[in-house]
């Protein structure tokens, strides 16, 4: 027998209830001006379920800066298009550092911990950019597809605002192109992964652009974004460094392979299930939104579908 459609609206709307009761919500990030201005009382949850059903509750279908989730997409494409290569050039390990942070990539010889952090994130747009010539319009390319709503888009404003404060990124982009593992000009790369930061999405489009994720690598199609084996490899970064240094209270009080942003968005995997996408403004010191983890960890305690 098939499962319920919808099967897990009740416990969406009980979490929605609980998360409304928490007495602190976070602050929006504020070292990109624009998102300073984003309202922690805002929530939304959208669950996709395998078939590309997807239904939630509260802000779901509101569009929010999915900044670093992004980045998932950013390495499913560079191991689509150009397979294992990637591995030389960026790590597995979590950093146990802040996402932003410079201070291993010396002592490491310009190899970021994982694609990730920022430090991976911009080799990996480097090797999108050397590829496609258009790594940001490729990313948009595959979100739209694979969410179905062809009006996604960057966010100029946004993309300006993280150019105007960008000098941590370009001195990371720099500082690993002295090693020779940045190839694209800098000034070309940053625009490009700004731009790929951008992106406004919702929970709704987060989650089903994800599904290959929950699919083992196979798109909304039928077609094959990725191996079974590289789908995993993705699930297992995100459950290891998904969450910047707070990957471990996140895979003890959650247990699934998640992707945070500073938008505030979480975008969650149940391999074989479903993919969630949880958002509200509100962040820790660690750059996750409080009012999604929170909703995630509820999310699994309710349905006992974590990986463990
Ligand atoms: O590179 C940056 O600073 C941001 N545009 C992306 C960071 C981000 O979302 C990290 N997340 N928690």
């Given at each position: 027998m098939s499962p319920a459609p919808h099967r897990f609206r009740a416990v969406l709307d009980r979490v929605a209830e609980e998360v409304a009761a928490l007495p602190h919500r976070g602050s929006p990030a504020d070292y990109i001006p624009v998102l300073a201005d984003g309202d922690p009382r805002r929530f939304g949850m959208a669950v996709a379920e395998l078939d590309g059903t997807v239904y939630g509750v509260g802000d779901w279908r509101q569009p929010f800066s999915a900044q670093s989730i992004t980045k998932v997409f950013a390495l499913a494409l560079v191991l689509s298009l150009d397979g294992e290569g990637m591995w030389q050039r960026v790590g597995r390990e979590p950093s146990g550092d802040p996402f932003n942070s410079l201070v291993q990539l010396e002592y490491e010889n310009g190899?970021?911990?994982?694609?990730?952090?920022n430090a991976g994130a911009l080799v990996v747009t480097d090797r999108l950019q050397a590829l496609t010539g258009d790594a940001a319009g490729r990313l948009r390319e595959v979100l739209r597809t694979e969410s179905g709503n062809p009006a996604l888009d960057f966010d100029p404003q946004v993309a300006a605002s993280e150019a105007a404060h960008g000098d941590r990124n370009a001195a990371l982009a720099h500082f690993m192109a002295s090693y020779g593992?940045?190839?694209?000009?800098v000034p070309e790369l940053l625009p490009a992964y700004f731009q790929q930061c951008s992106i406004e999405a919702s929970c709704a489009d987060l989650a089903l652009a994800a599904g290959f994720l929950a699919r083992h690598g196979i798109r909304a199609d039928g077609?094959?974004?990725?191996t079974r084996s590289q789908a995993k490899q993705i699930n297992a970064v995100m459950l290891t460094?998904?969450?910047?240094?707070?990957a471990g209270e996140f895979a003890y009080r959650v247990g699934l392979p998640a992707k945070s942003g500073v938008g505030g968005g979480i975008v969650a995997v149940v391999p074989g299930v479903c993919t969630l996408c949880v958002w509200s403004p509100g962040l820790d010191r660690r750059g996750n939104s409080v009012a999604a983890m929170a909703a995630l960890d509820r999310f699994t305690t309710l349905t006992n579908l974590s990986i463990f």
């Amino acid at each position: 027998m098939s499962p319920a459609p919808h099967r897990f609206r009740a416990v969406l709307d009980r979490v929605a209830e609980e998360v409304a009761a928490l007495p602190h919500r976070g602050s929006p990030a504020d070292y990109i001006p624009v998102l300073a201005d984003g309202d922690p009382r805002r929530f939304g949850m959208a669950v996709a379920e395998l078939d590309g059903t997807v239904y939630g509750v509260g802000d779901w279908r509101q569009p929010f800066s999915a900044q670093s989730i992004t980045k998932v997409f950013a390495l499913a494409l560079v191991l689509s298009l150009d397979g294992e290569g990637m591995w030389q050039r960026v790590g597995r390990e979590p950093s146990g550092d802040p996402f932003n942070s410079l201070v291993q990539l010396e002592y490491e010889n310009g190899i970021p911990r994982n694609p990730f952090i920022n430090a991976g994130a911009l080799v990996v747009t480097d090797r999108l950019q050397a590829l496609t010539g258009d790594a940001a319009g490729r990313l948009r390319e595959v979100l739209r597809t694979e969410s179905g709503n062809p009006a996604l888009d960057f966010d100029p404003q946004v993309a300006a605002s993280e150019a105007a404060h960008g000098d941590r990124n370009a001195a990371l982009a720099h500082f690993m192109a002295s090693y020779g593992n940045i190839v694209t000009p800098v000034p070309e790369l940053l625009p490009a992964y700004f731009q790929q930061c951008s992106i406004e999405a919702s929970c709704a489009d987060l989650a089903l652009a994800a599904g290959f994720l929950a699919r083992h690598g196979i798109r909304a199609d039928g077609s094959a974004l990725l191996t079974r084996s590289q789908a995993k490899q993705i699930n297992a970064v995100m459950l290891t460094c998904g969450t910047y240094d707070a990957a471990g209270e996140f895979a003890y009080r959650v247990g699934l392979p998640a992707k945070s942003g500073v938008g505030g968005g979480i975008v969650a995997v149940v391999p074989g299930v479903c993919t969630l996408c949880v958002w509200s403004p509100g962040l820790d010191r660690r750059g996750n939104s409080v009012a999604a983890m929170a909703a995630l960890d509820r999310f699994t305690t309710l349905t006992n579908l974590s990986i463990f």
